[in-house]
C-alpha cells in the first residue's frame, strides 16, 4: 500500500468513526429530511448543549456537515447527502439481505 492509499483509506475510516456512535448517527438521520438548529437536536436527542455541540463537531471535522450561524443560533445540514446510502447498505446488511 502507497502512501496515496494509506491517506485516502485514513479519511474513509475519520468518515465512518464520525458515524459510529448512535446520536450522530441519528443527528445525520434527522438531518437528512432538512437542516436543524442546535436546538432541535439537543431537544430531540436529550441531551445537553455542550454534548450535542462535540458530537457536531466531530461530524464536520469528518466533511459529514456543515453549519451556517445565523445571529445566536447555529443551523446544521448534510454536506454530502449520499452518505446514506451507505446506511441504507447496512440496514441490508442488518436484516441479512445482499
Not at 53 to 60: A, F, P, Q, T
Request: hydrophobic share 45%; glycine share 8%.
Amino acid at each position: 500500500m502507497n502512501k496515496k492509499e494509506k491517506a485516502i483509506l485514513a479519511a474513509k475510516t475519520k468518515v465512518l468513526k464520525a458515524l459510529a456512535h448512535p446520536a450522530r448517527l441519528w443527528m445525520v438521520e434527522q438531518l437528512a429530511v432538512g437542516e436543524r438548529c442546535v436546538c432541535e437536536l439537543v431537544d430531540g436527542l436529550g441531551l445537553d448543549f455542550s454534548t450535542v455541540s462535540k458530537h457536531l463537531l466531530v461530524l464536520k471535522n469528518a466533511g459529514v456537515v456543515t453549519d451556517d450561524k445565523r445571529g445566536k443560533q447555529v443551523f446544521y445540514s448534510l454536506k454530502v447527502p449520499c452518505v446514506l446510502n451507505f446506511m441504507h447498505c447496512v440496514e441490508a446488511v442488518i436484516k441479512g439481505e445482499g
